[in-house]
């Protein structure tokens, strides 16, 4: 029964107005298939890179600074040319967009967990509680979120034996970018549960004795989600930034897992002698990116918002 609904699923889909949105937005479409082809292409990387750059075996330091190869010294076998220690910055991008596409759904997923969940408890009980969680995001809010990010990563790394901060470095950046993006979540969720919780429907379930909890999880959680998923969408721009910007300043990932940080901030330190694509390309590949998701994002705004279409 279950198997002969999913055709019945897929066609309302495309009948849906989210998906004619989808389909008149030729800009929408573009974004969508080059985050298609990226994040595709950064999960395969490990089994489809030319080479694989973190096996000091294939490394060569002569090809170290080779340019790329339409300029004059490029080799055919290094595309974008390579970095400092010989390795080909084509397949660096390539295994480093894993790893900032995986802290950034991992950091959003988390922000987006901790922040429904207390949005919905504030905006479902109310009154002190509801006091406490709001003014803890205030207090967060007059805070950047790269600073408090900053705070939990050098706290952690303080906390945590020096021999095991390489080990612990990517949960650590996901854990500090998570935890300083859940307000807007919070905050969405809590102004959506204050309107859906005077509905019919929450009445009626509290009159048959439903627990609170089910009640938040299995009635007024999916309508409130649509605001919450177009803020998720825009978040995980915000985080693969987040993690560049952490990784720039020496912070984020090691050097043992690049990400798109790691090594525009390694490429900075030769950009001024000549050897400018080791920062420019992994830079072009992070624009690309986040444009291409925050372009998502936009159009996602505008198809579940009924005001716009």
């Given at each position: 029964?279950?198997?002969a609904s999913v055709p019945g699923a897929v066609r309302r889909f495309v009948d849906s107005d989210v998906f004619y949105s989808f389909r008149r937005s030729k800009v929408t479409m573009a974004a969508a298939a080059v985050t298609f082809v990226i994040v595709i292409c950064s999960v395969l990387a490990p089994w489809i890179v030319p080479h694989n750059t973190y096996d000091v075996r294939s490394l060569n330091l002569l090809d170290a600074f080779t340019p790329p190869v339409w300029i004059e010294g490029g080799k055919p076998q290094y595309l974008l040319g390579t970095d400092d220690q010989g390795r080909d910055v084509f397949s660096t991008i390539m295994l480093g967009a894993r790893v900032s596409l995986l802290v950034g759904f991992c950091a959003t997923l988390f922000a987006m967990t901790i922040g429904v969940f207390l949005g919905l408890v504030s905006g479902y009980i109310g009154g002190t509680t509801d006091a406490v969680i709001m003014r803890v995001a205030d207090v967060k809010l007059s805070f950047p979120a790269i600073l408090i990010a900053l705070l939990i990563d050098g706290v952690a790394r303080g906390i945590i034996p020096r021999d095991m901060h390489d080990d612990l470095a990517l949960y650590v950046v996901i854990f500090s970018i998570g935890i300083s993006n859940w307000v807007a979540y919070a905050r969405t969720v809590r102004g959506s549960?204050?309107?859906?919780?005077?509905?019919?429907?929450?009445?009626a379930a509290r009159i048959i004795g439903l627990h609170p909890l089910t009640i938040m999880i299995r009635h007024v959680l999916p309508n409130v989600m649509g605001p919450v998923l177009v803020i998720g969408t825009l978040g995980l721009a915000g985080a693969i930034l987040a993690e560049a910007t952490l990784s720039f300043l020496g912070v984020g990932v090691p050097g043992t897992q690049p990400s798109l940080g790691t090594l525009i901030r390694v490429g900075n330190n030769f950009l001024f002698s000549g050897e400018w694509w080791m920062t420019i390309f992994p830079g072009v590949m992070l624009v690309i990116?986040?444009?291409?998701v925050n372009l998502l994002g936009d159009w996602l705004r505008d198809a579940l918002n009924p005001k716009l279409r």
């Open positions: 029964m279950a198997v549960t204050l309107v859906e919780k005077n509905k019919e429907y929450v009445q990116l986040v444009l291409a």
